[in-house]
């Protein structure tokens, strides 16, 4: 199985910058899409972005111009760049990558981490 490592989460004042790692476990996995979900307090998770093996974004509307979400060489690592920062950022971000074992795709989940924006 795949497991999903996230890092980077902090506190950060707005107008502030953050950048979310995630890495897999294992690389002999194809992995199709990787991406991050985030669940503020009192509310559902909701998709933050999702890029795909091909390069394909798809992001939030509430995050568009501020975030940018990218993969590495291996697909095995997403990262999501945030600047402009606002407290209703404030979240647990989760990473997700869809792994296909034959003859199915199947999902996976982080442990998620911390993202505070507070002045």
């Known amino acids: 199985q795949v497991q999903l490592v996230e890092s980077g989460g902090g506190l950060v004042q707005p107008g502030g910058s953050l950048r979310l790692s995630c890495a897999a476990s294992r690389s002999d996995f194809s992995i199709n899409r990787m991406g991050w979900y985030r669940q503020a307090p009192g509310k559902e998770r909701e998709l933050v972005a999702i890029?795909?093996?091909?390069?394909?974004?798809n992001y939030a509307d509430s995050v568009k111009g501020r975030f940018t979400i990218s993969r590495d060489n291996a697909q095995t690592t997403v990262y999501l760049q945030m600047h402009s920062l606002k407290p209703e950022d404030t979240a647990v971000y989760y990473c997700y990558g869809e792994v296909y074992t034959a003859p199915r795709f199947y999902d996976y989940w982080g442990r998620g981490t911390q993202v505070t924006v507070s002045s």
């Open positions: 890029i795909t093996s091909g390069g394909n974004t």
